[in-house]
Protein backbone atom coordinates (compact mmCIF):
# COMPACT_ATOMS: atom_id res chain seq x y z
CA UNK A 1 0.00 0.00 0.00
CA UNK A 2 1.23 3.34 -0.82
CA UNK A 3 1.94 6.14 1.71
CA UNK A 4 0.74 8.48 -0.75
CA UNK A 5 -2.02 9.99 1.16
CA UNK A 6 -3.38 12.75 -1.25
CA UNK A 7 -6.89 13.48 -1.20
CA UNK A 8 -9.04 16.94 -2.58
CA UNK A 9 -10.74 18.91 -0.33
CA UNK A 10 -14.44 19.22 -1.76
CA UNK A 11 -16.56 17.48 -4.28
CA UNK A 12 -16.57 21.06 -6.25
CA UNK A 13 -13.05 21.29 -6.42
CA UNK A 14 -12.68 17.73 -7.69
CA UNK A 15 -15.15 18.78 -10.16
CA UNK A 16 -13.70 21.91 -11.63
CA UNK A 17 -10.32 20.11 -11.67
CA UNK A 18 -11.20 17.37 -13.83
CA UNK A 19 -13.12 20.15 -16.12
CA UNK A 20 -9.98 22.37 -16.05
CA UNK A 21 -8.23 19.17 -17.04
CA UNK A 22 -10.60 18.91 -20.09
CA UNK A 23 -10.86 22.47 -20.70
CA UNK A 24 -7.71 23.69 -22.94
CA UNK A 25 -6.83 26.06 -25.36
CA UNK A 26 -8.22 23.39 -28.28
CA UNK A 27 -11.65 24.60 -27.10
CA UNK A 28 -11.14 28.23 -28.02
CA UNK A 29 -8.76 28.19 -30.84
CA UNK A 30 -8.89 24.00 -32.14
CA UNK A 31 -12.75 23.58 -32.23
CA UNK A 32 -14.16 26.94 -34.03
CA UNK A 33 -12.01 26.00 -37.07
CA UNK A 34 -12.57 22.23 -36.66
CA UNK A 35 -16.30 23.17 -37.27
CA UNK A 36 -16.22 25.57 -40.10
CA UNK A 37 -13.50 23.28 -41.70
CA UNK A 38 -16.39 20.16 -41.41
CA UNK A 39 -19.35 21.69 -42.21
CA UNK A 40 -20.26 23.78 -39.77
CA UNK A 41 -23.35 22.83 -38.42
CA UNK A 42 -23.21 19.89 -39.60
CA UNK A 43 -20.24 19.00 -37.96
CA UNK A 44 -22.07 19.43 -34.85
CA UNK A 45 -24.07 15.90 -35.73
CA UNK A 46 -20.79 13.66 -35.67
CA UNK A 47 -19.34 15.80 -32.92
CA UNK A 48 -22.66 14.77 -30.45
CA UNK A 49 -22.89 11.13 -31.96
CA UNK A 50 -18.60 10.72 -30.92
CA UNK A 51 -19.66 12.47 -27.72
CA UNK A 52 -21.85 10.21 -26.61
CA UNK A 53 -20.88 6.96 -27.92
CA UNK A 54 -17.02 7.89 -26.96
CA UNK A 55 -16.58 10.77 -24.88
CA UNK A 56 -19.22 9.49 -22.31
CA UNK A 57 -18.08 5.77 -22.19
CA UNK A 58 -14.24 6.90 -22.16
CA UNK A 59 -14.92 9.24 -19.33
CA UNK A 60 -16.74 6.47 -17.11
CA UNK A 61 -14.09 3.54 -18.13
CA UNK A 62 -12.02 5.85 -17.07
CA UNK A 63 -12.88 7.56 -13.77
CA UNK A 64 -14.34 3.89 -12.80
CA UNK A 65 -10.56 2.76 -13.62
CA UNK A 66 -8.88 5.08 -11.78
CA UNK A 67 -10.80 5.27 -8.65
CA UNK A 68 -11.26 1.03 -8.84
CA UNK A 69 -6.63 1.36 -8.91
CA UNK A 70 -6.94 4.05 -5.94
CA UNK A 71 -8.74 1.48 -3.71
CA UNK A 72 -5.48 -0.58 -3.92
CA UNK A 73 -3.29 2.73 -3.31
CA UNK A 74 -2.39 2.88 -6.93
CA UNK A 75 -2.51 6.38 -8.44
CA UNK A 76 -0.64 6.13 -11.52
CA UNK A 77 -2.10 4.18 -14.45
CA UNK A 78 0.74 1.44 -14.86
CA UNK A 79 -0.23 -0.05 -11.54
CA UNK A 80 -3.61 1.13 -12.22
CA UNK A 81 -3.90 -0.90 -14.93
CA UNK A 82 -2.19 -3.92 -13.50
CA UNK A 83 -5.02 -4.36 -10.75
CA UNK A 84 -7.45 -4.96 -13.46
CA UNK A 85 -5.45 -7.82 -14.75
CA UNK A 86 -2.86 -8.83 -12.13
CA UNK A 87 -1.71 -12.11 -14.36
CA UNK A 88 -0.57 -10.67 -16.96
CA UNK A 89 2.57 -8.03 -16.65
CA UNK A 90 1.66 -6.20 -20.55
CA UNK A 91 -0.57 -3.67 -19.06
CA UNK A 92 1.84 -2.50 -16.69
CA UNK A 93 3.31 -1.33 -20.28
CA UNK A 94 0.17 -0.22 -21.69
CA UNK A 95 -0.25 1.69 -18.96
CA UNK A 96 3.24 3.66 -19.70
CA UNK A 97 1.35 5.61 -22.17
CA UNK A 98 -0.24 7.28 -19.14
CA UNK A 99 2.80 9.12 -18.10
CA UNK A 100 4.98 9.24 -21.21
CA UNK A 101 1.50 11.31 -23.01
CA UNK A 102 1.08 13.51 -20.07
CA UNK A 103 5.11 14.04 -19.89
CA UNK A 104 5.55 14.70 -23.86
CA UNK A 105 2.60 16.86 -24.15
CA UNK A 106 3.25 18.74 -21.61
CA UNK A 107 6.98 19.17 -22.89
CA UNK A 108 5.36 21.76 -26.06
CA UNK A 109 2.20 22.67 -24.42
CA UNK A 110 3.12 24.67 -21.42
CA UNK A 111 5.63 26.65 -23.81
CA UNK A 112 2.02 27.43 -26.08
CA UNK A 113 0.67 27.75 -22.35
CA UNK A 114 3.55 30.82 -21.74
CA UNK A 115 2.71 32.82 -25.33
CA UNK A 116 -0.47 33.57 -23.03
CA UNK A 117 1.06 35.00 -20.47
CA UNK A 118 3.17 37.21 -22.75
CA UNK A 119 0.16 38.37 -24.45
CA UNK A 120 -1.51 39.11 -21.21
CA UNK A 121 1.37 41.48 -20.35
CA UNK A 122 1.74 42.89 -23.82
CA UNK A 123 -2.09 44.06 -23.55
CA UNK A 124 -1.17 45.49 -19.98
CA UNK A 125 1.39 47.65 -21.73
CA UNK A 126 -0.31 48.30 -24.20
CA UNK A 127 2.09 47.12 -26.78
CA UNK A 128 -0.02 46.37 -29.52
CA UNK A 129 -1.63 49.54 -29.97
CA UNK A 130 -0.31 51.67 -33.38
CA UNK A 131 1.24 48.39 -34.42
CA UNK A 132 -1.27 47.57 -37.37
CA UNK A 133 -1.92 43.97 -38.55
CA UNK A 134 1.06 43.12 -40.20
CA UNK A 135 2.95 44.68 -36.69
CA UNK A 136 0.88 42.24 -34.99
CA UNK A 137 1.92 39.15 -37.10
CA UNK A 138 5.24 39.77 -37.15
CA UNK A 139 5.29 40.20 -33.61
CA UNK A 140 4.08 36.74 -33.11
CA UNK A 141 6.54 35.37 -35.80
CA UNK A 142 9.54 36.89 -34.33
CA UNK A 143 8.77 35.71 -30.84
CA UNK A 144 8.57 32.12 -31.71
CA UNK A 145 12.02 33.05 -33.62
CA UNK A 146 13.39 34.42 -30.58
CA UNK A 147 14.26 37.72 -32.42
CA UNK A 148 12.50 39.29 -29.20
CA UNK A 149 15.30 40.03 -26.97
CA UNK A 150 14.67 35.71 -25.28
CA UNK A 151 11.47 37.20 -24.34
CA UNK A 152 10.05 33.45 -24.82
CA UNK A 153 12.53 32.05 -22.80
CA UNK A 154 11.93 33.83 -19.67
CA UNK A 155 7.76 33.73 -19.97
CA UNK A 156 8.51 29.34 -20.64
CA UNK A 157 10.49 29.33 -17.84
CA UNK A 158 8.21 31.48 -15.79
CA UNK A 159 5.21 29.57 -16.99
CA UNK A 160 7.42 25.70 -16.07
CA UNK A 161 7.90 27.61 -12.59
CA UNK A 162 4.51 28.54 -11.84
CA UNK A 163 3.07 24.84 -13.06
CA UNK A 164 5.77 23.22 -10.65
CA UNK A 165 5.16 25.42 -7.83
CA UNK A 166 1.32 24.91 -7.75
CA UNK A 167 1.85 21.41 -8.43
CA UNK A 168 4.38 20.97 -5.20
CA UNK A 169 1.31 22.41 -3.09
CA UNK A 170 -0.55 19.15 -3.27
CA UNK A 171 -4.06 18.13 -4.89
CA UNK A 172 -6.30 20.22 -2.75
CA UNK A 173 -3.48 23.09 -1.31
CA UNK A 174 -2.61 23.37 -5.18
CA UNK A 175 -4.51 22.13 -7.92
CA UNK A 176 -7.62 22.29 -6.33
CA UNK A 177 -7.19 25.68 -5.62
CA UNK A 178 -6.18 26.72 -8.94
CA UNK A 179 -9.12 24.92 -10.51
CA UNK A 180 -11.58 27.07 -7.97
CA UNK A 181 -9.75 30.45 -9.09
CA UNK A 182 -9.22 29.66 -12.95
CA UNK A 183 -12.51 27.87 -13.89
CA UNK A 184 -14.69 30.78 -12.63
CA UNK A 185 -12.18 33.11 -14.32
CA UNK A 186 -11.81 31.37 -17.56
CA UNK A 187 -16.19 31.22 -17.66
CA UNK A 188 -16.02 35.11 -16.50
CA UNK A 189 -13.64 36.37 -19.54
CA UNK A 190 -15.20 34.14 -21.88
CA UNK A 191 -18.79 34.94 -21.48
CA UNK A 192 -18.16 38.56 -21.50
CA UNK A 193 -16.01 37.71 -24.87
CA UNK A 194 -18.84 35.81 -26.46
CA UNK A 195 -21.14 38.72 -25.92
CA UNK A 196 -18.92 41.16 -26.97
CA UNK A 197 -18.35 38.97 -30.17
CA UNK A 198 -22.34 38.45 -30.79
CA UNK A 199 -23.31 41.88 -30.08
CA UNK A 200 -20.44 43.32 -32.24
CA UNK A 201 -22.19 45.91 -35.21
CA UNK A 202 -21.19 46.69 -38.22
CA UNK A 203 -20.01 50.07 -38.67
CA UNK A 204 -19.09 50.40 -34.58
CA UNK A 205 -15.16 50.19 -34.34
CA UNK A 206 -14.39 49.76 -37.64
CA UNK A 207 -16.41 46.10 -38.11
CA UNK A 208 -17.58 45.47 -41.63
CA UNK A 209 -20.21 43.07 -40.31
CA UNK A 210 -22.32 42.13 -37.47
CA UNK A 211 -20.84 39.18 -34.76
CA UNK A 212 -24.06 37.22 -35.95
CA UNK A 213 -23.39 37.11 -39.35
CA UNK A 214 -19.90 34.50 -38.00
CA UNK A 215 -22.09 32.98 -35.87
CA UNK A 216 -24.38 31.99 -38.56
CA UNK A 217 -21.29 31.12 -40.91
CA UNK A 218 -19.85 28.86 -38.38
CA UNK A 219 -22.99 26.99 -37.74
CA UNK A 220 -24.19 26.83 -41.01
CA UNK A 221 -25.35 23.15 -42.08
CA UNK A 222 -23.60 21.96 -45.12
CA UNK A 223 -25.08 18.22 -44.65
CA UNK A 224 -23.10 16.96 -47.70
CA UNK A 225 -19.92 16.83 -45.59
CA UNK A 226 -21.94 13.90 -42.62
CA UNK A 227 -21.40 11.17 -45.36
CA UNK A 228 -17.22 11.84 -45.48
CA UNK A 229 -15.24 9.66 -43.22
CA UNK A 230 -12.59 12.43 -43.31
CA UNK A 231 -15.06 14.58 -40.87
CA UNK A 232 -16.35 11.54 -38.78
CA UNK A 233 -12.52 11.19 -37.75
CA UNK A 234 -12.38 14.74 -37.05
CA UNK A 235 -15.42 14.90 -34.60
CA UNK A 236 -13.40 11.46 -33.12
CA UNK A 237 -10.34 13.43 -32.36
CA UNK A 238 -12.00 16.59 -31.23
CA UNK A 239 -13.43 14.53 -28.36
CA UNK A 240 -9.91 13.14 -28.12
CA UNK A 241 -8.13 16.51 -27.75
CA UNK A 242 -11.49 18.42 -25.70
CA UNK A 243 -12.00 16.04 -23.22
CA UNK A 244 -8.54 14.99 -22.80
CA UNK A 245 -9.30 10.53 -22.50
CA UNK A 246 -6.61 8.71 -23.39
CA UNK A 247 -3.98 10.71 -21.00
CA UNK A 248 -3.82 9.02 -17.65
CA UNK A 249 -4.47 12.29 -16.15
CA UNK A 250 -8.43 11.61 -15.19
CA UNK A 251 -7.75 7.87 -14.10
CA UNK A 252 -4.95 9.56 -11.73
CA UNK A 253 -7.53 12.36 -10.81
CA UNK A 254 -10.01 9.44 -9.77
CA UNK A 255 -7.74 7.48 -8.07
CA UNK A 256 -7.90 9.98 -5.08
CA UNK A 257 -11.37 10.17 -4.53
CA UNK A 258 -13.29 8.54 -1.50
CA UNK A 259 -14.64 4.77 -2.49
CA UNK A 260 -18.06 5.32 -2.41
CA UNK A 261 -18.33 8.81 -4.40
CA UNK A 262 -20.54 9.26 -7.25
CA UNK A 263 -17.86 9.07 -10.21
CA UNK A 264 -20.72 8.38 -13.21
CA UNK A 265 -22.40 11.92 -11.95
CA UNK A 266 -18.76 13.69 -11.65
CA UNK A 267 -17.93 12.38 -15.01
CA UNK A 268 -20.92 13.72 -16.40
CA UNK A 269 -20.59 17.23 -14.49
CA UNK A 270 -17.16 17.60 -15.81
CA UNK A 271 -18.16 16.01 -19.28
CA UNK A 272 -20.83 18.53 -20.37
CA UNK A 273 -19.51 21.55 -18.40
CA UNK A 274 -16.28 21.46 -20.87
CA UNK A 275 -18.92 20.82 -23.60
CA UNK A 276 -20.82 24.61 -22.65
CA UNK A 277 -17.06 25.70 -22.61
CA UNK A 278 -16.93 24.33 -26.13
CA UNK A 279 -19.73 24.71 -27.88
CA UNK A 280 -21.05 27.69 -26.59
CA UNK A 281 -18.11 29.97 -25.67
CA UNK A 282 -15.59 28.59 -28.05
CA UNK A 283 -17.83 29.52 -31.00
CA UNK A 284 -18.93 32.59 -29.94
CA UNK A 285 -15.60 34.69 -29.30
CA UNK A 286 -13.03 33.76 -32.45
CA UNK A 287 -14.79 33.10 -35.72
CA UNK A 288 -17.50 35.81 -34.68
CA UNK A 289 -15.48 38.88 -33.97
CA UNK A 290 -12.65 37.68 -37.01
CA UNK A 291 -15.46 37.99 -39.83
CA UNK A 292 -17.01 40.58 -38.17
CA UNK A 293 -13.90 42.51 -39.28
CA UNK A 294 -12.38 40.05 -42.06
CA UNK A 295 -15.34 39.31 -44.08
CA UNK A 296 -16.31 35.26 -44.75
CA UNK A 297 -13.49 34.77 -47.40
CA UNK A 298 -10.59 36.09 -45.30
CA UNK A 299 -11.29 33.86 -42.47
CA UNK A 300 -11.94 30.57 -44.38
CA UNK A 301 -8.71 31.41 -46.21
CA UNK A 302 -6.80 31.71 -42.43
CA UNK A 303 -8.25 28.58 -41.08
CA UNK A 304 -6.99 26.30 -43.30
CA UNK A 305 -3.94 26.91 -41.18
CA UNK A 306 -5.61 26.06 -38.11
CA UNK A 307 -6.70 28.38 -34.90
CA UNK A 308 -3.30 29.88 -33.99
CA UNK A 309 -2.66 32.12 -36.69
CA UNK A 310 -5.98 33.88 -35.77
CA UNK A 311 -5.96 33.66 -31.95
CA UNK A 312 -2.12 35.06 -31.73
CA UNK A 313 -2.04 37.03 -35.03
CA UNK A 314 -5.50 38.53 -36.36
CA UNK A 315 -7.68 38.75 -32.55
CA UNK A 316 -4.73 41.05 -30.72
CA UNK A 317 -5.15 43.64 -33.97
CA UNK A 318 -8.53 43.08 -34.05
CA UNK A 319 -8.98 44.10 -30.13
CA UNK A 320 -7.04 47.31 -30.55
CA UNK A 321 -9.76 48.57 -33.11
CA UNK A 322 -12.12 49.21 -29.74
CA UNK A 323 -10.15 52.10 -28.37
CA UNK A 324 -6.95 51.42 -25.95
CA UNK A 325 -8.96 50.80 -23.10
CA UNK A 326 -11.53 47.80 -24.28
CA UNK A 327 -9.20 46.84 -26.49
CA UNK A 328 -6.63 45.87 -23.52
CA UNK A 329 -9.64 44.68 -21.22
CA UNK A 330 -10.58 42.68 -23.94
CA UNK A 331 -7.15 41.17 -24.96
CA UNK A 332 -6.69 40.48 -21.27
CA UNK A 333 -9.64 38.40 -20.88
CA UNK A 334 -8.96 36.59 -24.38
CA UNK A 335 -5.56 35.68 -23.26
CA UNK A 336 -6.34 35.44 -19.82
CA UNK A 337 -8.65 32.95 -20.67
CA UNK A 338 -6.72 31.07 -23.23
CA UNK A 339 -4.00 30.65 -19.86
CA UNK A 340 -6.09 29.42 -17.31
CA UNK A 341 -7.88 26.84 -19.90
CA UNK A 342 -4.27 25.94 -20.46
CA UNK A 343 -2.88 25.39 -16.99
CA UNK A 344 -5.52 23.92 -15.50
CA UNK A 345 -4.75 21.43 -17.95
CA UNK A 346 -1.09 21.34 -18.05
CA UNK A 347 -1.33 20.81 -13.71
CA UNK A 348 -3.54 17.52 -14.69
CA UNK A 349 -0.42 16.50 -16.78
CA UNK A 350 1.96 16.30 -13.98
CA UNK A 351 -0.20 14.96 -11.32
CA UNK A 352 0.05 11.35 -12.68
CA UNK A 353 4.19 11.77 -12.99
CA UNK A 354 4.07 12.77 -9.50
CA UNK A 355 1.53 9.64 -8.17
CA UNK A 356 4.12 7.34 -9.92
CA UNK A 357 7.39 9.21 -7.97
CA UNK A 358 5.44 9.01 -5.11
CA UNK A 359 3.53 5.71 -4.85
CA UNK A 360 6.51 3.51 -6.47
CA UNK A 361 10.12 5.22 -5.00
CA UNK A 362 8.54 7.49 -2.14
CA UNK A 363 9.65 10.59 -3.43
CA UNK A 364 8.03 13.31 -1.59
CA UNK A 365 5.75 15.48 -3.12
CA UNK A 366 8.18 18.78 -3.80
CA UNK A 367 10.78 16.66 -5.00
CA UNK A 368 8.14 14.77 -7.03
CA UNK A 369 6.98 17.94 -8.46
CA UNK A 370 10.40 19.51 -9.42
CA UNK A 371 11.08 16.44 -11.04
CA UNK A 372 8.37 16.81 -13.50
CA UNK A 373 9.26 20.53 -14.32
CA UNK A 374 12.89 19.49 -14.34
CA UNK A 375 11.88 16.91 -17.20
CA UNK A 376 9.56 18.88 -18.80
CA UNK A 377 11.99 21.79 -19.33
CA UNK A 378 14.63 19.03 -21.08
CA UNK A 379 12.71 17.71 -22.64
CA UNK A 380 10.45 21.07 -24.01
CA UNK A 381 14.05 23.22 -24.61
CA UNK A 382 14.04 21.73 -28.32
CA UNK A 383 10.06 22.57 -29.35
CA UNK A 384 11.36 25.98 -27.61
CA UNK A 385 14.28 26.46 -29.61
CA UNK A 386 13.75 24.64 -32.66
CA UNK A 387 9.87 25.08 -33.57
CA UNK A 388 10.30 26.33 -36.55
CA UNK A 389 12.01 23.27 -37.63
CA UNK A 390 9.28 21.35 -36.73
CA UNK A 391 9.71 19.52 -33.40
CA UNK A 392 6.77 21.29 -31.34
CA UNK A 393 4.27 19.51 -34.18
CA UNK A 394 6.47 16.01 -34.14
CA UNK A 395 5.50 16.55 -29.98
CA UNK A 396 2.08 16.98 -30.79
CA UNK A 397 1.39 14.43 -33.66
CA UNK A 398 2.98 11.37 -31.52
CA UNK A 399 2.06 12.22 -28.07
CA UNK A 400 -0.86 14.42 -28.50
CA UNK A 401 -2.81 12.42 -31.08
CA UNK A 402 -1.25 9.10 -31.82
CA UNK A 403 -0.55 7.99 -28.24
CA UNK A 404 -3.90 9.04 -27.23
CA UNK A 405 -5.85 6.71 -29.82
CA UNK A 406 -3.63 3.90 -29.34
CA UNK A 407 -4.06 4.25 -25.00
CA UNK A 408 -7.56 4.67 -25.27
CA UNK A 409 -8.64 1.40 -27.34
CA UNK A 410 -6.37 -0.96 -25.52
CA UNK A 411 -7.69 0.24 -21.95
CA UNK A 412 -11.16 -0.19 -23.26
CA UNK A 413 -10.52 -3.49 -23.83
CA UNK A 414 -8.53 -3.91 -20.52
CA UNK A 415 -11.77 -2.65 -18.99
CA UNK A 416 -14.40 -4.36 -20.79
CA UNK A 417 -12.72 -7.75 -21.90
CA UNK A 418 -9.95 -8.44 -19.38
CA UNK A 419 -11.55 -7.33 -16.44
CA UNK A 420 -15.12 -7.70 -17.67
CA UNK A 421 -18.24 -5.73 -17.91
CA UNK A 422 -19.83 -7.45 -15.23
CA UNK A 423 -17.20 -6.17 -12.57
CA UNK A 424 -16.63 -2.46 -14.84
CA UNK A 425 -20.15 -1.82 -14.86
CA UNK A 426 -20.74 -2.79 -11.29
CA UNK A 427 -17.67 -0.24 -10.40
CA UNK A 428 -19.19 2.70 -12.65
CA UNK A 429 -22.20 2.28 -10.73
CA UNK A 430 -20.93 2.11 -7.16
CA UNK A 431 -22.41 5.27 -5.22
CA UNK A 432 -23.94 6.76 -8.24
CA UNK A 433 -26.67 9.26 -7.47
CA UNK A 434 -28.19 9.11 -10.85
CA UNK A 435 -29.14 5.94 -12.92
CA UNK A 436 -26.74 5.26 -16.00
CA UNK A 437 -28.90 3.92 -18.96
CA UNK A 438 -28.40 0.15 -19.38
CA UNK A 439 -27.88 0.88 -23.27
CA UNK A 440 -24.38 2.01 -22.15
CA UNK A 441 -23.07 -1.18 -21.06
CA UNK A 442 -23.70 -2.86 -24.45
CA UNK A 443 -21.68 0.82 -26.18
CA UNK A 444 -18.52 0.77 -23.61
CA UNK A 445 -18.55 -3.35 -24.70
CA UNK A 446 -18.86 -2.72 -28.16
CA UNK A 447 -19.58 0.23 -30.04
CA UNK A 448 -17.11 2.42 -28.03
CA UNK A 449 -14.36 0.00 -29.17
CA UNK A 450 -14.88 -0.60 -32.71
CA UNK A 451 -15.47 3.32 -32.99
CA UNK A 452 -11.89 3.93 -31.45
CA UNK A 453 -10.51 0.85 -33.79
CA UNK A 454 -12.02 2.47 -36.68
CA UNK A 455 -10.20 6.22 -35.83
CA UNK A 456 -6.91 3.92 -35.20
CA UNK A 457 -7.11 1.94 -38.29
CA UNK A 458 -8.50 5.36 -40.23
CA UNK A 459 -5.01 7.31 -38.74
CA UNK A 460 -2.84 4.45 -39.91
CA UNK A 461 -2.43 5.76 -43.55
CA UNK A 462 -1.06 9.23 -41.88
CA UNK A 463 0.86 7.05 -39.79
CA UNK A 464 2.51 5.01 -41.98
CA UNK A 465 3.38 8.32 -44.22
CA UNK A 466 5.22 10.00 -40.82
CA UNK A 467 7.33 6.88 -40.47
CA UNK A 468 8.38 6.68 -43.84
CA UNK A 469 9.24 10.34 -43.79
CA UNK A 470 12.23 10.79 -41.65
CA UNK A 471 12.17 14.53 -42.11
CA UNK A 472 14.81 16.45 -41.34
CA UNK A 473 17.89 16.10 -38.53
CA UNK A 474 15.29 18.06 -36.19
CA UNK A 475 12.39 15.66 -36.64
CA UNK A 476 13.86 12.65 -36.30
CA UNK A 477 15.80 13.83 -32.99
CA UNK A 478 12.07 14.70 -31.88
CA UNK A 479 11.24 11.09 -32.39
CA UNK A 480 14.49 10.03 -31.16
CA UNK A 481 13.70 11.95 -27.84
CA UNK A 482 9.79 10.28 -27.47
CA UNK A 483 11.27 6.96 -27.84
CA UNK A 484 14.10 7.06 -25.40
CA UNK A 485 11.10 8.61 -22.82
CA UNK A 486 8.95 5.93 -23.43
CA UNK A 487 11.67 2.99 -22.91
CA UNK A 488 13.17 5.44 -19.65
CA UNK A 489 9.56 5.49 -18.44
CA UNK A 490 8.96 1.67 -18.95
CA UNK A 491 12.14 0.71 -17.07
CA UNK A 492 11.26 3.07 -14.54
CA UNK A 493 7.97 0.59 -14.52
CA UNK A 494 10.00 -2.18 -14.42
CA UNK A 495 12.38 -1.21 -11.34
CA UNK A 496 9.24 -0.39 -9.61
CA UNK A 497 7.49 -3.85 -9.78
CA UNK A 498 10.55 -5.30 -8.30
CA UNK A 499 10.69 -3.30 -6.14
CA UNK A 500 7.13 -4.29 -5.31
CA UNK A 501 8.05 -7.84 -5.31
CA UNK A 502 10.87 -7.58 -3.01
CA UNK A 503 8.28 -6.34 -0.50
CA UNK A 504 6.07 -9.05 -0.81
Not at 274 to 295: H, R
Request: glycine share 12%; proline share 3%.
Amino acid sequence: MSSNQESWGSRLGLILAMAGNAVGLGNFLRFPVQAIQNGGGAFIIPYLVCFLLMGIPLLWVEWATGRFGGKKGNHSTPFILHELDPKRALWKYVGVFGIFTNIAVAAYYCYLESWTLNYVWMFIQSGFNGMGQDGVASYFDGYISMDQNHTAIYFWLLCLFLNTYILSKGLSGGVEKAAKVGMPLLLLFGLFLAYKGITLKAGEFGALLDGTIGLNYLWTPNFDSIWSTKVWLAAAGQIFFTLSVGMGSIQCYAAYVRSKQDIALNAMSAGWMNEFVEVVLGSSILIPIAIGYLGVDQVVELTKSGGLGLGFKTLPYLFTQWGPLMGAVAGICWFGLLFFAGITSSLAMGTPVMAFLRDEFGWGRGASAWAFGLIVMVLGAPTVFFYNEGVFDEYDYWAGTVSLVLFALLEVILFAWVFGMDKGWKEINEGADMKIPIVYRFIIQYVTPLILLAVFIGSLPDIISKIQNPGNGYVQGARLLLLALYAGIAYAVYLAYRRRKART
